[in-house]
């Protein structure tokens, strides 16, 4: 690695257009580091076959192959995919970005699963814009990872560019909402919903930690490309947290 350079890849839905402004608007207080992008198409969140072919390892490594090329030092599927398909499927992408280019490499939903363990967190929310049959399964999928849903809220949306459109004012009211069901960690479980900017503050208001999904996916990549998120703040707890 360029000890005066890290570059973090990130694998990016198509219409997606929260988690690259989100991104660079954190790493704006990290000379050195930088983030790149590379898009596949996603242009809803379903549960139908055609929805979930989206995220088939056919259409996703081919822009992989394009972020190796700007020789970025980890990659990280910046999505949250898995929560509804499997886990087993990040792992599986994250194996083969490793054998296909040699670097190291996480997604959203497994840098989340990583940061609510490494909180000790034992009462889990969780904040999405899905339609009721997706954030059933979301519940089911984490169960299997011993993280348990015990209150959340969620938009009934799933054209996945109107995620990008909640404000960061009723995502703000979401939280809130599954925090008075007594969790100690919140999180906000899709990288086209704005709430990074509003996480530190609510966290000072609610004494909850709140997991943005963008946020922890970055924390995650700087710790892989061995960049030391500490050096971020004003974006949330999980920064401070340790490697997993």
């Known amino acids: 690695m360029n000890a005066m350079r890290t570059r973090l890849g990130m694998l990016t839905p198509s219409s997606n257009s929260v988690l690259e402004p989100v991104t660079c608007a954190m790493l704006a207080g990290a000379p050195g580091i930088s983030a790149h992008f590379s898009r596949f198409r996603v242009t809803e969140i379903a549960l139908d076959a055609q929805a979930l072919d989206q995220f088939d390892p056919s259409r996703m490594l081919p822009a992989v192959d394009l972020l190796a090329d ?25 194996e083969a970005i490793g054998a296909r280019t040699g670097k190291p490499a996480t997604t959203s939903t497994l840098a989340c699963i990583d940061a609510v363990r490494s909180s000790g967190a034992q009462s889990v929310g969780f904040v999405t814009p899905y339609t009721d049959d997706v954030q059933l399964r979301i519940g089911k999928v984490w169960a299997g990872e011993g993280i348990a849903c015990h209150a959340e809220r969620h938009l009934s949306l799933r054209d996945n560019f109107s995620f990008g459109e909640v404000t960061p004012a009723e995502i703000a009211d979401m939280i809130r909402a ?24 609510l966290e000072r208001e609610l004494n909850v930690l709140i997991l943005d999904s963008v946020a922890v996916t970055l924390w995650r990549t700087m710790l892989l490309a061995n960049a030391d998120p500490r050096i971020l703040s004003g974006w949330g707890r999980v920064f401070q947290f340790p490697s997993p």
Not at 70 to 94: F, H, P, Q, Y
Not at 182 to 196: E, F, Q
């Open 70 to 94: 700007a020789k970025v030092d980890a990659m990280a599927w910046n999505g949250t995919s898995a929560s509804w398909v499997g886990i087993e499927r990040d792992r599986s992408l994250c």
């Open 178 to 201: 599954v925090a008075a069901e007594g969790c100690d960690a919140i999180v906000v479980l899709c990288t086209n919903m704005d709430g990074a900017a509003i996480t530190e503050a």
